[in-house]
């Protein structure tokens, strides 16, 4: 949904201090499938926050019974940018949300994020 520019919103059970740009996997893939720049982090939200937002988020209205994490935050994304073909990457043992990977554009990946 974020690379198809359906949502600008990632929402995690916690705030995150990384800004900029950002590259995106498909959990469990190993392949990077594209960028984007990481520009706010909103939170912790309430569940009529995560409502009255959530064209930024994704799901439908409906879909919103309760708030995903005690704490929700939304990161804020922009400029979402598709590869044309998906990148393979070395995935370090015992990285779970963020993975350094000097040599790419963006120098920073989010793990696990259904892009």
């Not at 996997?25 to 706010?40: H, N």
């Not at 704490?71 to 990148?87: E, G």
């Amino acid at each position: 949904m974020i690379l198809g520019r359906k949502k600008t919103w990632e929402i995690r059970g916690h705030p995150t201090h990384v800004r900029g740009q950002i590259a995106l996997i498909r959990g469990g893939s190993g392949l990077v499938v594209g960028t984007c720049e990481l520009v706010d982090v909103v939170g912790p939200l309430t569940l009529a926050d995560l409502r009255s937002n959530v064209g930024n988020a994704g799901p439908r209205p409906e879909e919103l019974s309760e708030l995903p994490y005690k704490k929700t935050y939304a990161w804020v994304l922009k400029n979402a940018k598709k590869f044309h073909s998906p990148r393979p990457y070395k995935h370090p043992s015992g990285a779970v949300i963020w993975v350094r990977l000097p040599g790419f554009k963006a120098e920073r990946y989010e793990v696990g994020c259904e892009a």
